[in-house]
T-cell receptor, first 110, second 112 residues
Framework: TQLLEQSPQFLSIQEGENLTVYCNSSSVFSSLQWYRQEPGEGPVLLVTVVTGGEVKKLKRLTFQFGDARKDSSLHITAAQPGDTGLYLC??????????FGTGTRLTVIP | DTAVSQTPKYLVTQMGNDKSIKCEQNLGHDTMYWYKQDSKKFLKIMFS???????INETVPNRFSPKSPDKAHLNLHINSLELGDSAVYFC???????????FGSGTRLTVV
């Protein structure tokens, strides 16, 4: 089992603030995915990054894959209450092997 | 039209019982999965299955068994339920490597 550590585990911020979530591992991944999960629902895919150093932007969310393909970050600009949720990174090591991180629970206070 | 649907949403049962959770996907994906999410929200792979190969996480007790009648269905059968089996179980499917997984909305299993 590959271990992906996310930090922080919990994050509570005011609306309009910026934040960064980190996902770190000692393993190399062929792709790194980010999901958001809301209560009572399954995780929903936000983005997939596959190339070391790759940066992808999704509106106010910026995702980066580390050069060595072992880590990733998620940066949210001007957070909104609708961003509240559990953010999960997940690394793929090969076909049909997706391992999830420990999760970051984000609360954005209006 | 739900992409990955699993039933039931909630399941409360006594220790020692046998139960099944059903999962269906209408995405035409080749691979389906079962994940277990514990009380700390950690998601752990239990099984992955396509029409060629079943991969079992070695930490999963053999009381758990996936059953796939066809490519669109992967059911989870659990024998002799134990208190520690209480968790939320998610079904998921995917097509290509790196293409992302689509998850169902989960089944909350409570063993009493």
């Amino acid at each position: 089992t590959q271990l992906l550590e996310q930090s922080p585990q919990f994050l509570s911020i005011q609306e309009g603030e910026n934040l960064t979530v980190y996902c770190n591992s000692s393993s190399v991944f062929s792709s790194l995915q980010w999901y958001r999960q809301e209560p009572g629902e399954g995780p929903v895919l936000l983005v997939t990054v596959v190339t070391g150093g790759e940066v992808k932007k999704l509106k106010r969310l910026t995702f980066q894959f580390g050069d060595a393909r072992k880590d990733s970050s998620l940066h949210i600009t001007a957070a909104q209450p609708g961003d509240t949720g559990l953010y999960l990174c997940a690394g793929e090591t090969g076909a049909n092997n997706l391992f999830f991180g420990t999760g970051t629970r984000l609360t954005v206070i209006p | 039209d739900t992409a990955v649907s699993q039933t039931p949403k909630y399941l409360v049962t006594q220790m020692g019982n046998d139960k099944s959770i059903k999962c269906e996907q209408n995405l035409g994906h080749d691979t389906m999965y079962w994940y277990k999410q514990d009380s700390k929200k950690f998601l752990k792979i239990m099984f992955s299955y396509n029409n060629k190969e079943l991969i079992i996480n070695e930490t999963v007790p053999n009381r758990f068994s996936p059953k796939s009648p066809d490519k669109a269905h992967l059911n989870l059968h659990i024998n002799s339920l134990e208190l520690g089996d209480s968790a939320v179980y998610f079904c998921a499917s995917s097509q290509d490597r790196g293409g992302g997984y689509t998850f169902g909305s989960g089944t909350r299993l409570t063993v009493v």
